[in-house]
């Protein structure tokens, strides 16, 4: 699967990104356009997943609500916010 824009293109263009920001965005965007109708509903569920795991204690949250936060952390980075 080919991703819209690839990391190594993120990479320069945001410096600022991790290793770990990268996979992150790697992994979340293949899930969200491995099933093209519902691609919407899908990054809507791992947004709020992610804003609601950034309130929870790092050690209760799961695996994917880890994955959520981490990708809303490079988003954030390739938006110019830091948080």
Do not use: C, N, W
């Amino acid at each position: 699967m080919s991703l819209p824009v690839d990391p190594e293109r993120l990479r320069t263009q945001f410096p600022a990104l991790t290793d770990d920001d990268l996979a992150a965005y790697v992994e979340v965007t293949k899930r969200v356009l491995g099933d093209p109708h519902a691609k919407g509903k899908a990054m809507r569920a791992i947004l709020e997943s992610g804003r609601a795991g950034r309130a929870k204690p790092a050690a209760s949250l799961t695996a994917d609500e880890r994955l959520h936060v981490r990708y809303l952390a490079a988003v954030d980075k390739m938006q110019g916010r830091v948080s």
